[in-house]
């Protein structure tokens, strides 16, 4: 376990009967038995469900810090700056008031909680009078590439 972390216990006259600590991607470790008999374990996935997610942001200083300041996840700042770096240049092109938008899907559990993001798909940014976008699409073919 780590600094932050925690686990669920269940206790059962006096002793420990289940203990339960969420992993990543929504999965939960089980232990389960006693102290005398012993305990097994076993990891339950999570049933997920993806979601469609759209953030819209201004910028005020950065590209990043406005798009996480809107919650999009990190690893999708990194894969919607590397969608436009043929046609952008982040740190020079990008001013106080261009805007943003971000379609993208995400993994949520059955009780709603986030697990993990998940593509984008559609995306947009507009730098003054310059406006780029780009949309998922799927091929006839079945390979995907941004347009």
């Given at each position: 376990m780590r600094s932050g972390e925690?686990?669920?216990?269940?206790?059962?006259?006096?002793?420990?009967?289940?203990?339960?600590?969420?992993?990543?991607?929504?999965?939960?470790?089980?232990?389960?038995?006693?102290?005398?008999?012993?305990?097994?374990?076993?990891?339950?996935?999570?049933?997920?469900?993806?979601?469609?997610?759209?953030?819209?942001?201004?910028?005020?200083?950065?590209?990043?810090t406005a798009a996480l300041d809107m919650d999009l996840p990190y690893a999708l700042v990194d894969d919607f700056v590397d969608l436009f770096s043929n046609r952008v240049e982040f740190r020079k092109d990008i001013s106080t008031g261009d805007t943003f938008s971000v379609k993208f899907t995400e993994e949520r559990s059955v009780d709603g909680s986030y697990v993990a993001p998940g593509i984008i798909t559609a995306a947009s940014i507009k730098l003054g009078d310059k406006f780029f976008a780009a949309v998922r699409d799927i091929g006839p073919d079945g390979t995907v590439q941004l347009l």
């Amino acid at each position: 376990m780590r600094s932050g972390e925690s686990i669920a216990i269940k206790r059962q006259a006096g002793d420990i009967v289940e203990l339960r600590k969420k992993l990543p991607q929504g999965a939960t470790l089980v232990l389960a038995g006693n102290s005398k008999d012993g305990y097994t374990g076993e990891i339950q996935k999570a049933k997920l469900i993806e979601k469609e997610r759209t953030v819209n942001g201004t910028v005020i200083s950065t590209f990043a810090t406005a798009a996480l300041d809107m919650d999009l996840p990190y690893a999708l700042v990194d894969d919607f700056v590397d969608l436009f770096s043929n046609r952008v240049e982040f740190r020079k092109d990008i001013s106080t008031g261009d805007t943003f938008s971000v379609k993208f899907t995400e993994e949520r559990s059955v009780d709603g909680s986030y697990v993990a993001p998940g593509i984008i798909t559609a995306a947009s940014i507009k730098l003054g009078d310059k406006f780029f976008a780009a949309v998922r699409d799927i091929g006839p073919d079945g390979t995907v590439q941004l347009l």
